[in-house]
């Protein structure tokens, strides 16, 4: 079992950054690829970034290339989201997930767990 909570979601002004942290528990946090996904009002859930379990592979969604930087740290269970240049559109509420696979993957369906979100808001 793994347990995630997000945390440094806010308000920010189009153009500034967000870093968001996923603390995860369970002594196997190693073992998991992980995964950030955002859904905005009205809108399906959708992928942002993977992380292999080494940290060594990641993926990204086509809208956050250049912007956004997916990071681990398996000594402290934790996950990074660096978001960079953050426009308006990027607005949702962003959640942790893990699989229990060695490469992350943009589906949803192949996460096992997820933390309960946190909120992005970025004003033009």
């Known amino acids: 079992q793994v347990q995630l909570v997000e945390s440094g979601g806010g308000l920010v002004q189009a153009g500034g950054s967000l870093r968001l942290s996923c603390a995860a528990s369970g002594r196997t946090f190693s073992r998991y690829a992980m995964g950030w996904f955002r859904q905005a009002p009205g809108k399906e859930r959708e992928f942002v970034a993977s992380?292999?379990?080494?940290?060594?592979?990641?993926l990204y969604a086509d809208p956050v290339k250049g912007r956004f930087t997916i990071s681990r740290d398996n000594a402290k269970n934790t996950v990074i989201l660096q978001m960079n240049s953050l426009k308006p559109e990027d607005t949702a509420v962003y959640y942790c997930a893990a699989a229990s696979r060695r490469f992350g993957t943009a589906g949803p369906d192949e996460y096992d767990y997820w933390g309960q979100g946190t909120q992005v808001t970025v004003s033009s």
């Open positions: 992380i292999s379990w080494t940290g060594g592979t990641t």
